[in-house]
Structure formats: C-alpha cells, structure tokens
C-alpha cells in the first residue's frame, strides 16, 4: 500500500478513489500516502494498487468497491473523481459523446457511491465528489459537462440530506486544470488554470476538515462566490474572452452554422 507516515495526517484511512490512473488523481494518491493513508484506486486499467472497472457498469462497481473494502478491512472515504469532457453545440441534439459524459460524470459518481454506502455507514465515513468551477461558471461549447458537473452537486446536496446523521458529504470544485483528459481543450484559453497539485491538497483538507463545499485555492473560491451571486458580470467576461479566441480561431468545427437555413414564412 506504499510508505506511511507514523505521524501523517491519514494515518489509518482507508481511502478509495476513481478516475485513478492519472490527472488529479495520481497526485492525491502520492500524497495520501504520504500522509499515511491506505488508497486504492478503480480506473479502467488495473495497476498496483487500482482495480479495473467501468464506473458506468453497476456489476463491474460491485465487485470492485467489495474487493476494496476487502484489502483495506473497510472504506472511510470514497472520493469520485472519475470524469470526462466533449464539447458541444449546445443547439444540436445530445451526441453519444455527450451522453457518454453525462453517464460517467453523474451516473458513474452515484453507481460507485450507492456501492459503497454500506461501507461508508460503518465506519461513519466521508463522500467527496469532485465537481467543477464549470458547475457555475459557463464557457460556450462545453452544455454537457458543466450540466454533469451541476448535477453532480445536486445529487451532492441531496444524498447529504438523506443520510446526514450518518456520513459526511463533501462537494470540490477545482478550477481548470491540464490534464491528459483536458490538454487538448480550448477552455484554458478562456479561465484562469491551475495544477493538479492544488486539486490534491485540496482533496486532503477535505478528508480531515470535511467541509461541505470547497475549492482548490482561495482565489478559485472567490471565482465560485462570483459565479453565484453576479451571474450576469461573469457570463459577460466568459462570453467576452470566447469571441476574442473565435475571432483568432474560428469557431470549433462542431458548431453547426444556421446562415444559410430558410426561415419559416410563419416567423417572418
């Protein structure tokens, strides 16, 4: 299970975390261990220490939340960070990419938290689901992601209601961040991005403060206050830098160009 710090700040956690294979992930498993903690991951590869499944598979997460539970003698924390992202038009209908998100970003994050609830209950344990400062702020050609991510602290809200005196429910909202799942996305070039690393400390305080709502760095936290209650100012600024970046670009090559469409008699 790695190196553990007899005076770590984890010492004796039992931490169970997806999306393992990279991105945020790796680096907060470097530091739970460091920190003392036991960490298995579930991807979609196995390697040391992370168990191979498909999140968006209600079987396949049985059975890898039950082996986890079993190597570690139980669960006190399960962190879903598994996601992935597709940009849209949001004026076409739901492409399979789109929905493919909608299912491991929403559906996934409840499939591994529904299979480990019994465990969580024991041990009077912790969900922290991983959603995103896009869960507010909206950049153009990204509906279905931050609709995941927005649903995500929904269902966040409402498993905290249903089961508050008996687990601890924390929602994080990282800024953008360059990782292999993101690297070749367009919105860096619209908001502000930070690292992986504040992603991972984020994630630990998490584990030992519980908050209910967190962000991954003090000026990501005044990003979120802002998205929620000046709406308007912040759409017009995203919406702003996005028109800059078409006009040196273009837009995406996804985006379906009504000029050339007749327009009904009845709406003229």
């Known amino acids: 299970m790695g190196n553990k710090s007899k005076n770590g700040k984890l010492n004796?956690?039992?931490?169970?975390?997806?999306?393992?294979?990279?991105?945020?992930?790796?680096?907060?498993?470097?530091?739970?261990?460091?920190?003392?903690?036991?960490?298995?991951?579930?991807?979609?590869?196995?390697d040391e220490d992370i168990i191979q499944a498909d999140i968006r598979d209600v079987e396949a997460v049985k059975r890898a939340v039950a082996e986890a539970e079993s190597r570690m003698g139980g669960i006190d924390v399960l962190i879903n960070n598994a996601g992935i992202g597709s940009p849209q038009d949001s004026g076409e209908f739901p492409s399979e990419k789109a929905r493919l998100v909608m299912d491991v970003n929403l559906f996934g994050t409840w499939n591994m938290t529904a299979a480990a609830l019994p465990a969580l209950i024991k041990s009077r344990g912790h969900v922290i689901n991983v959603a995103s400062g896009l869960a507010l702020a909206?950049?153009?050609?990204n509906a279905v992601y931050s609709a995941s991510?927005?649903?995500?602290?929904?269902?966040?809200?409402?498993?905290?209601?249903?089961?508050?005196?008996?687990?601890?429910?924390?929602?994080?909202?990282?800024?953008?961040?360059?990782?292999?799942?993101?690297?070749?996305?367009?919105?860096?070039?619209?908001?502000?991005?930070?690292?992986?690393?504040?992603?991972?400390?984020?994630?630990?305080?998490?584990?030992?403060?519980?908050?209910?709502?967190?962000?991954?760095?003090?000026?990501?936290?005044?990003?979120?206050?802002?998205?929620?209650?000046?709406?308007?100012?912040?759409?017009?600024?995203?919406?702003?830098r996005s028109k800059k970046?078409?006009?040196?670009?273009?837009?995406?090559?996804?985006?379906?160009?009504?000029?050339?469409?007749?327009?009904?008699?009845?709406?003229n």
């Open 149 to 240: 991510k927005r649903a995500i602290t929904s269902y966040s809200d409402v498993l905290r209601q249903e089961y508050k005196s008996r687990i601890h429910v924390t929602t994080l909202y990282p800024a953008f961040m360059r990782t292999n799942i993101t690297k070749k996305s367009s919105i860096g070039d619209t908001v502000r991005v930070e690292t992986v690393q504040h992603a991972a400390n984020a994630l630990l305080k998490a584990i030992i403060q519980k908050p209910r709502d967190l962000t991954t760095s003090r000026r990501s936290g005044f990003e979120m206050f802002m998205a929620r209650h000046f709406r308007r100012t912040v759409d017009r600024i995203l919406l702003n």
């Open 245 to 267: 970046i078409e006009l040196k670009r273009g837009k995406p090559s996804f985006v379906k160009d009504f000029t050339e469409q007749t327009v009904p008699d009845e709406i």
């Open 12 to 46: 004796g956690k039992r931490i169970l975390i997806t999306g393992a294979a990279g991105g945020i992930a790796t680096e907060a498993i470097r530091l739970f261990k460091k920190e003392g903690a036991q960490v298995i991951g579930i991807d979609l590869s196995a």
């Open 138 to 141: 909206n950049v153009a050609y």
